[in-house]
């Protein structure tokens, strides 16, 4: 059975392919990804390993954590599953956009010197 690992700390500027080639001699890869900002693209720092074997990636945990990458400490350990997201609550407040505003409008300040 396959277990999934969290990689965190990871450079910001590490790739997909990197993060693969650091674990591929742990055993055989079932997915791999660097999750990165959907607008900007740039990695957040973490990602996800799935690998094929329990021991190779219970091995992979023990060799890998703590580890210097890049001049950061990653951390590796099995990833959580994904919770459920909670519908979002109404939070209050609104942006009342019903008034226009005109190039003579001065609202509170007519008058003032």
């Known amino acids: 059975m396959s277990k999934r690992l969290f990689v965190g700390g990871l450079p910001y500027s590490f790739t997909n392919t990197q993060l693969e080639e650091m674990f591929a001699q742990y055993g055989k890869i079932v997915s791999c990804t660097v999750i990165t900002d959907r607008y900007s693209g740039q990695s ?51 942006y009342d956009n019903r008034r226009s505003f005109q190039r003579n409008d001065r609202g509170d300040r007519r008058g003032r010197r």
């Open 44 to 94: 957040k720092g973490f990602g996800f390993v799935e690998l094929e074997d329990d021991a190779e990636a219970d091995k992979a945990i023990e060799t890998l954590n703590g580890t210097d990458v890049g001049g950061r400490k990653i951390m590796v350990n099995v990833a959580r599953p994904m919770e459920e997201r909670r519908p979002r609550e109404d939070r209050g407040g609104s």
